[in-house]
């Protein structure tokens, strides 16, 4: 045997014996497209699933979306009213009501003087935007408070809890027509997490799945090349047993590497498409972000609303 076909075979040696080392010792998570996502979304990796922006079941929304809009609406009868406006919050230390630069804690809430509450203004009853929190025990709402001309005075931004079974304000941030506001977004366990992972997760899977793909492309040449050596190999001497079982196995590496390559070619894509879909969905959000006079584009009609959910989704 030649030195040539001598180091072609050691290479394919080692080639082989690595193959058969304990799986444990050789196992790499971009080695199965399927597994890569789901580890590099977080599933399996202590994230909820609620963090890819699914939704809670429309049944699951609703015993929060009622309970909400009613604490809400007392909230506003209160502070027109003049009456303690702290009775629609869980009052605790998380407890919060913010506008007009001022903030309060549950002690304070009920000196505070609400700029949105005031007689002629009307808070309407549905909401622009309602979330249920995917773990469950949190909702998310805005509402636009109209002058008497029907315009937006402000916007109402709450983030309601259950507690002992009653859904009531954790937090109120109170915006004047010129205040900049942000529409909500379906979140998880905070306000803004989903996006947030959503752009970073998609991010590293598409970054990642690109260096996969670029490490298979140069496995795959490498394995042409061999197969090419063996195949010449082979034709010098092909009555030898040797060399046809080393170009045997350079053609399995060779079709192992091509397999490969097509997997990892699909996981890039599908990562370029769902990291251009948290771009664009995040690139909205900025785009409806204004004067809370504007809000009233935030508005999600209802029966758009399964579209929107399917929209900030990630399989």
């Known amino acids: 045997m030649g030195k040539?076909?001598?180091?072609?075979?050691?290479?394919l040696s080692l080639a082989v014996a690595a193959q058969a080392a304990p799986a444990s010792a050789q196992y790499m998570p971009h080695l199965d497209p399927n597994l890569y996502i789901f580890a590099t979304m977080g599933y399996g990796a202590g994230v909820s699933p609620c963090m890819t922006g699914t939704p809670m079941a429309d049944a699951k929304i609703a015993e929060a979306r009622a309970p909400s809009l009613a604490a809400m609406q007392a909230y506003f009868a209160a502070a027109q009213r003049g009456t303690p406006k702290s009775a629609a919050f869980h009052l605790d230390k998380k407890s919060k009501w913010q506008?007009?630069?001022a903030s309060a804690g549950q002690l304070d809430i009920d000196r505070?003087?609400?700029?949105?509450a005031v007689a002629g203004?009307?808070?309407e009853a549905e909401p622009?935007?309602?979330?249920r929190g995917g773990a469950g025990a949190t909702a998310l709402g805005q509402w636009a408070v109209l002058d008497a001309g029907g315009q937006v005075a402000g916007v109402y931004t709450g983030f309601f809890v259950r507690s002992k079974k009653l859904w009531k304000l954790r937090e109120l941030t109170v915006a004047g027509p010129e205040e900049t506001v942000e529409p909500a977004a379906q979140f998880c366990v905070k306000p803004g997490d989903v996006m947030e992972h959503r752009l970073t997760s998609t991010r590293n899977w598409h970054e990642s799945a690109a260096k996969s793909v670029d490490e298979a492309q140069n496995k795959l040449d490498a394995a042409i090349a061999q197969v090419a050596a063996a195949e010449a190999a082979a034709a010098t001497d092909p009555k030898?047993?040797?060399p046809a079982q080393i170009l045997r196995t350079a053609r399995a590496d060779q079709a192992r590497w091509t397999k490969q390559?097509?997997?990892r070619q699909k996981n890039l894509a599908d990562a370029i498409e769902k990291s251009a879909e948290a771009e664009k969905d995040a690139a909205e959000l900025k785009r409806l972000t204004g004067p809370a006079r504007t809000a009233q584009a935030f508005r999600i009609a209802p029966d758009a609303g399964a579209a929107e959910r399917a929209t900030t989704a990630v399989p």
């Not at 040539?4 to 290479?11: E, N, Q, V």
């Not at 505070?112 to 949105?116: A, E, H, K, R, S």
């Open 4 to 11: 040539g076909l001598r180091r072609l075979a050691g290479a």
């Open 99 to 101: 506008g007009g630069g």
């Open 112 to 116: 505070q003087t609400d700029p949105l």
């Open 121 to 123: 203004h009307v808070l």
């Open 128 to 131: 622009l935007r309602f979330y």
């Open 240 to 242: 030898r047993s040797g």
């Open 261 to 263: 390559l097509e997997k």
